[in-house]
């Protein structure tokens, strides 16, 4: 996996002050997953059909595929959350274009920059796809893609007996399913070597990896870390540093953890209400998680921690995702990010 440390991991003697975090962005809608460039600009995804472009001058431009209102006009969140066009993970295609997940059309999307947008998959094996979550492309310009489940309502996949995710490659114009069985299946990293494939299982509560073979097929499949992440064990985004650490967040319980490369826990915040959380993990528990105490989670500085990403010119700046927030924050890390493959190429 990445490279490990011959010295003491920075991460062990590091906090984060909360009264020092900053914030980036106003009036954003579902800023789930951020992109960053070498140049200091941000993209965040957003519930209004499209990307944020974010800099840090305070100037901000959102590019759409075809501008929505329904996630800012909904009457609840059930039909904000739950319906609508909810662009979530993204990554660079290798010209620039945005490759979109989109979590609320169940489709594959490439977008341009200025808002041109064409389906790439809405179909896998002659079905519908599912809850697309996810994608990343790789230095060999393969593009995964991850599927949390094929139920359209995706509350309704919070339960510990639903194994139905899957992660699939996108090529020659189809997407082809290599490996599945997962549960709520959300963000994946390659490590530094693209050896091994790291995996968010949401309810499974953990992390799992598998190593990819030369010809882009699973070899092995393994969990990283404990099995379960703790309590309020939802993890949703998870990016590596340059060490070997593979930070990460736990969604509904708004906790920001690290996993170092022993496999260790530590987490870094906890904004999560216990009382709420705890209701929640109750409800899944028995596999009934009903939309009250589902929608009650959420609070702190980035309500429904959802995803952490690298950016700044020396990559030591970490921006944090969300699903309830309407801005960005951010802290300075102590080690770099692990350079996403789009870092180097514009």
Known sequence: ?????????????????????????????????????????????????????????????????????????????????????????????????????????????????DGRSVVLADRVDSEEVGKVNFVLRDSKNRIWVTISTRIKNWMHALRTDLADGYLARYENGTLRIVADGFRFTNEIRFDASEEWLYVVETTGGCITRLRIDDRGEVAEREIFGPSSLGTGAWPDGIAFDSVGNLWGTLVYSDKLFVLTPKGDL???????????????????????????????????????????????????????????????????????GLPMVHWHER
């Open 1 to 113: 996996m990445s490279a490990h440390p011959t010295a003491a991991n920075p991460i062990l003697d590091f906090g984060i002050d909360k009264s020092a975090l900053q914030y980036l962005g106003a009036d954003l809608q579902r800023p789930e997953c951020i992109l960053a460039e070498r140049d200091g600009t941000l993209w965040s995804a957003d519930a209004r059909g499209g990307v944020v472009r974010l800099r840090h001058d305070g100037t901000q431009t959102i590019v759409t595929q075809a501008q929505s209102s329904h996630f800012g006009a909904a009457d609840s969140d059930a039909t904000r959350y739950l319906r609508g066009t909810l662009p979530n993970g993204l990554a660079f295609a290798d010209n620039g274009d945005f490759l979109i997940s989109n979590f609320g059309t169940d489709r594959l999307e490439r977008m341009t920059r």
């Open 266 to 336: 530590i987490v870094l915040l906890d904004e999560g209400d216990p009382k709420k959380v705890a209701a929640l993990e109750q409800q899944f528990r028995q596999n009934r998680v009903t939309e009250d105490v589902l929608f009650a989670t959420g609070r702190g500085v980035a309500p429904w921690m959802a995803s952490v990403t690298f950016g700044g010119p020396d990559l030591r700046t970490v921006y944090i995702g969300s699903l309830k927030g309407s801005c960005i924050p951010y802290f300075r890390a102590p080690v770099p």
